[in-house]
């Protein structure tokens, strides 16, 4: 089988964006003739005819419209690859990166992060956005810059991924509240009333189910959407929240921790980016800042005497 040529691609993704011959061919600086003969190879090369006539346009395939964006991203990559790397100037760079991230996230590094990218790069802006869902379809499609989380099987193959820390999953009730005396067992902390986090309103959505033995046996007492609210009404409380340790330690000061007295797993929290952003200098150097601002700022100190 001969090897494809490469250049069909480039000219794909002008006809997919363009949805037209002539429109391409202007993009691509070709002669319109030009452009149609390299539509007829494309029709030979992927046996589908990718636009066809409809009125005075062109009208994309099913076929057609399922490629555009895979072809898009490759062009990108590719363009990305073969760009000379050139010097990055951080003093006159402007441009604003868009971060999602887990409740948490931004109370306890965003701090950092905004004093050393101010320090480095003061044109550039960082928009945080929570993060309630699990979809990798805003990283594909240029919404999302870099995400923070815990990698799961429903991630996109071709997600970037690079991990930051381990974390685990700690109790925490108010000031002086009854778990935080005495001997705990998993029977006190399973009869306590409970504020649990869930993206999709359920109890059995909450985003720590995974770590925990398979049936806790919480009396669950609210639900909430994210871990601030949790952290928020158990302070005011006697409701129970559990939380992730490193993500929650700024929320939850003044709080009384404990390590839960269940067999709970660890977690490694990983940074996830698009493949088309891997040869960007200045995501690289983003990706630079938050990996040495996590590593400074170091594991948190517990704040209470409950990690017996």
Same mark, same amino acid.
């Given at each position: ?5 490469l ?23 070709? =002669? ?7 539509? =007829?190879?494309?029709r ?69 992060? *905004? ?20 979809? =990798? ?26 991990? *930051? ?67 928020t ?22 709080? @009384?921790?404990?390590?839960?007295p269940?067999?709970?797993?660890? @977690?490694?929290?990983?940074?996830l ?11 690289r ?24």
């Amino acid at each position: 089988m001969p090897a494809p040529d490469l250049n069909l691609l480039i000219t794909l993704d002008a006809l997919l964006a363009e949805g037209s011959v002539v429109g391409a061919a202007k993009r691509l600086r070709l =002669s319109p003739s030009a452009m149609s003969r390299a539509l =007829s190879r494309l029709r030979e090369t992927t046996g589908d005819p990718l636009l066809v006539r409809a009125g005075r346009g062109l009208a994309p395939t099913p076929r057609a419209l399922a490629l555009r964006g895979r072809v898009h991203d490759l062009v990108l990559e590719v363009e990305a690859v073969l760009r000379p790397d050139e010097r990055l100037d951080l003093a006159g760079l402007v441009r604003t990166f868009t971060l999602r991230a887990s409740d948490g996230f931004v109370e306890s590094f965003g701090p950092g992060l *905004l004093a050393r990218v101010g320090r480095e790069a003061p044109g550039v802006r960082l928009n945080f956005m929570q993060k309630p869902d699990k979809d =990798s379809s805003p990283l594909r499609d240029g919404r999302v810059d870099l995400e923070t989380g815990v990698i799961e099987e429903s991630l996109g193959p071709e997600v970037r991924t690079q991990a *930051l820390f381990r974390d685990r999953l700690v109790g925490i009730v108010r000031d002086a509240h009854p778990l935080s005396t005495g001997k705990l067992t998993a029977a006190r902390y399973a009869d306590a009333q409970h504020v649990i986090v869930s993206r999709n309103g359920l109890e059995s959505g909450a985003v720590d189910l995974p770590f925990l033995p398979s049936a806790p046996g919480r009396n669950v007492g609210a639900i909430v959407s994210g871990f601030s609210a949790a952290l928020t009404l158990a302070r005011g409380s006697d409701l129970v929240a559990t939380v992730p340790d490193r993500h929650t330690a700024t929320l939850r000061q003044g709080m @009384f921790s404990f390590t839960l007295p269940l067999p709970a797993l660890e @977690f490694t929290v990983s940074m996830l980016w698009h493949p088309r952003m891997d040869a960007d200098g200045a995501h690289r150097w983003l990706r630079g800042c938050v990996r040495e601002v996590l590593r400074e700022q170091g594991a948190p100190p517990r704040n209470s005497a409950a990690s017996q």
